[in-house]
Nanobody, 120 residues
């Protein structure tokens, strides 16, 4: 059974830093892509940051220059650090991974989501 477990989030002060982590659980996982998306009320889900198996990172326009995504392939984890957070960063943040377990085809998985609220 593959699961994505998110941690971090909660209340963050305006101008402060955000730290989110995601861990993929399962046996002998091959992770092709791992990253973070977010969805604010009334908005579509959007890319925050994602990284492929080769380590190349992609960032959403709204967070470029403020965010950094990293992966630990040995631990199957992905971490998002974001500085200078803004009120508009308030959203539910979702971890997403494209991965395959042993004997499985690659598939898309989502975490349960974690609320981030930026307070002034």
């Amino acid at each position: 059974q593959v699961r994505l477990v998110e941690s971090g989030g909660g209340l963050v002060q305006l101008g402060g830093s955000l730290n989110l982590s995601c861990a993929a659980s399962g046996s002998r996982l091959m992770i092709y892509q791992m990253g973070w998306y977010r969805q604010a009320p009334g908005n579509d889900r959007e890319l925050v940051a994602a990284t492929g198996s080769g380590g190349t990172a992609t960032y959403g326009d709204s967070v470029k220059g403020r965010a950094n995504i990293s992966r630990d392939n040995a631990k199957n984890t992905c971490t998002l650090l974001m500085n200078s957070v803004k009120v508009e960063d308030t959203a539910v943040y979702y971890c997403r991974a494209v991965l395959a377990g042993i004997g499985m085809s690659p598939a898309n998985y989502w975490g349960q989501g974690t609320q981030v609220t930026v307070s002034s």
